[in-house]
């Protein structure tokens, strides 16, 4: 059994800044990579960034909208990735979800709000 937790959305203005979490816990033998993806209302969920965790140092990628402002990066002691998010606009409001991406199957957590107000 596997567990996905995202933290960390909430309220913030324009600006501002978020950290996410995601924690994977359980029976986990390896990642191949984490990701976050975003869903807002009424449109599809998007990948928003990855870490390839199979790869030394963890190659990332980022949706071109979020390039500059966001960071994911990753505890490996600890199963956790995290997605800093600076400067946020407020077409960056969604429900943010963590994927744990293994050599059998993909895990997805709960999600977490983040509005952004104007």
């Known amino acids: 059994q596997v567990q996905v937790v995202e933290s960390g959305g909430g309220l913030v203005q324009a600006g501002g800044s978020l950290r996410l979490s995601c924690s994977a816990s359980g029976s986990l033998l390896s990642i191949n990579a984490m990701h976050w993806y975003r869903q807002a209302p009424g449109k599809q969920r998007e990948l928003v960034a990855s870490?390839?965790?199979?790869?030394?140092?963890?190659?990332?990628n980022y949706l071109d909208s979020v390039k500059g402002r966001f960071t994911i990066f990753r505890d490996s002691a600890k199963n956790m990735v995290y997605l800093q998010m600076n400067r946020l606009k407020t077409e960056d409001t969604a429900v943010y979800y963590c994927?744990?991406?293994?050599?059998?199957?993909?895990?997805w957590g709960q999600g977490t709000q983040v509005t952004v107000s104007s």
């Open positions: 994927n744990i991406q293994t050599p059998a199957r993909a895990y």
């Open positions: 870490i390839i965790t199979s790869t030394t140092g963890g190659i990332t």
